[in-house]
């Protein structure tokens, strides 16, 4: 019998307040909240694992308020969200951030995706988290994460993570610690970002079913902003392209890149296409995955492309069952593939681009 990791089998479109867990009760903050306000928008769901991405926003829930964050509870979030009517998930516009900051006290949205979730017998997991800050509308901090039970083994053996909701409890702690650390009391001023400024139109899938190049555009935008790129954050770029009735995926038109320069302010646009992705496990408990994808950067200023290419990362039988012990298969060819595109595409050499607003 076959094993395949699950990984994004369609976009969710429903929210995931189902759980309804607020910090009261998710436990009693270790930290007394402080700072400036942050809340959680409910997560795109790419796993196609049901109601795991609800566990994740819990996970996230508890331990944003665990470590002191002064957390928007959910019950407050819901209201505002279907009052304006605001139903994007994973995303948000610029006019839909504003309400949300005007009617919560809200200064920071947190937004991302359940990425992969297997629970087996050693559970694997991962997400991909951003942190906006309103009202510039500005991405300050963001992250692709994975993990798998067997890394957190420690000497005589233990110390593996058996259940799948205990690794991605693990997972939101790592980043509630990075974003209470970037919040702190709020006296921290936003700083100027290198230039240029980077827009990601969702990379295509050659496979429909499988929407991998979501998860992809993921974690090149995390790779980028986490090495303190200026990247747009995806719902502007979407709002913008609905206002001509359009959803590019892959590819964009000149029209459209003439549009993201003079609204946005953007200098670079990466896209692309996820041509494959493979994750197996055989009878013997041997793993097999691949990743191959093209990339576009493309100079707003002009439209034309000024760089492509193909990448291919794979990792093979006796590697482990689906995991490395520094994390799953999936999130580190995930990973690489990210860095390698941006390395090939020179997309961090580009610091004397200046847009043209």
């Known amino acids: 019998m076959r094993e395949a990791v699950t990984i994004g089998l369609m976009l969710a479109t429903a929210s ?29 769901d790419f796993s196609g694992v049901p109601d795991a991405t609800d566990s994740v926003f819990s996970s996230l829930v ?46 920071y949205l947190l937004l991302g995706s359940t990425d992969f979730i297997s629970d087996q017998s050693e559970p694997i997991g991962g997400m991909s988290l951003r942190l906006l800050r309103i009202p510039e509308c500005r991405l300050v901090w963001a992250t692709s994460a994975g993990a798998s039970g067997g890394q957190y083994i420690g000497l005589l053996g233990l110390g593996a993570v058996s259940r799948v909701d205990s690794l991605t409890a693990r997972l939101a702690d790592e980043a509630a610690d990075d974003v209470a ?80 320069r003079d609204s946005l302010g953007v200098d670079l646009v990466l896209t692309g296409t996820v041509n494959g992705f493979t994750a197996n496990v055989d009878d013997a408990g041997q793993a097999a995955a691949d990743i191959s994808l093209s990339a576009r950067m493309i100079d707003a200023r002009s ?43 020179g997309v961090l050499r580009q610091e004397g681009i200046v847009g043209g607003k």
């Open 16 to 44: 995931v307040w189902g759980t309804g867990v607020s910090p009261s009760a998710a436990g009693s903050p270790s930290v007394r909240a402080n700072g400036p306000a942050v809340a959680v928008l409910p997560l795109v």
């Open 62 to 107: 508890k331990a944003l308020s665990g470590h002191g964050v002064n957390l928007i509870p959910p019950e407050t979030l819901r209201p505002v969200m279907r009052k304006h009517r605001i139903r994007a998930v994973g995303m948000i516009d610029q006019a839909a951030a504003k309400v949300i900051s005007e009617e919560t006290g809200a200064s």
């Open 181 to 260: 650390a970037l919040v702190g009391d709020g006296s921290q001023e936003l700083k100027d970002a290198p230039a240029p400024t980077i827009a990601i139109v969702p990379f295509d899938d050659l496979d429909p079913d499988r929407p991998i190049g979501a998860v992809a555009s993921a974690y090149l935008l995390s790779y980028l902003v986490e090495r303190g790129m200026h990247v747009v954050e995806p719902g502007l770029v979407q709002a913008l392209f609905l206002q001509f009735g359009r959803m590019p995926r892959g590819e964009i038109d000149y029209e459209l890149v003439g549009t993201l």
């Open 303 to 345: 439209g034309e492309i000024i760089g492509a290419t193909n990448v291919s990362e794979e990792a093979r039988a006796g590697q482990g069952l689906l995991y490395f012990r520094s994390g799953p298969v999936a999130a580190r060819l995930m990973s690489r593939a990210a860095e390698e595109v941006t390395r090939r595409l």
